[in-house]
């Protein structure tokens, strides 16, 4: 009758919250408030909140700085990729979630094509997909190794406006 609701982190629930700070009162000062504060707006605790901020902070939304606290990143909005894994669980989104792996794989492959050195296409064929060969033959599954040969790719664009969570170099 009913659809059940996925579970949901509460570090989640607020961080998706927290990501409209630039629209906020403190998209002026760029500071954010203390976890003691962020904890008692939100009714939880300053664990939930920390992990939150983390999150923001992986994403570069926020930064601390010593002594003064948690302030928003200015980015010309600009913001990271990400995909809500409570919605990737609805029918045919693994279809478009890969259509989308596919169409930015693509892109990078091609400017990594165009701006690759010799040196970079060895690391990506030698190393690469050598480790990715010897996973398959040791029956692993390779992830890791897979997602090396992505960022030998990714580096090879000679891009360094890159997320860390994709550049190596």
Same mark, same amino acid.
């Given at each position: ?31 954010? /408030? ?6 008692? %707006? ?15 902070? &992986?994403?570069?939304?926020?930064? /601390? ?18 995909? *809500? ?5 609805? /029918? ?12 930015? %794989? ?27 060969? *010897?996973?398959?033959? %040791? ?6 190794? *897979? ?7 990714? &580096?090879?664009?000679?891009?360094? *406006? ?8």
């Amino acid at each position: 009758m009913f659809e059940k609701i996925p579970p949901r982190p509460l570090s989640d629930t607020v961080a998706q919250q927290l990501q409209q700070i630039e629209k906020g009162s403190f998209a002026q000062t760029g500071k954010l /408030p203390t976890e003691a504060v962020l904890a008692q %707006e939100f009714g939880v605790s300053r664990t939930v909140i920390r992990e939150a901020v983390s999150r923001l902070k &992986n994403e570069g939304m926020v930064e /601390p700085r010593q002594g003064s606290g948690m302030f928003i990143v200015e980015r010309a909005g600009i913001r990271p990729l990400r995909i *809500d894994y409570a919605q990737a669980v609805k /029918p045919g989104a693994v279809v478009q979630i890969l259509a989308l792996r596919r169409a930015i %794989e693509a892109e990078v492959a091609s400017e990594a094509a165009l701006r690759r050195t010799g040196e970079q296409m060895t690391a990506i064929d030698a190393a690469a997909l050598a480790r990715i060969d *010897d996973a398959v033959r %040791e029956g692993r599954d390779g992830v890791v190794e *897979d997602v090396a040969f992505h960022r030998e790719i990714a &580096n090879a664009t000679g891009r360094t *406006d890159m997320p860390p969570a994709i550049r190596t170099s």
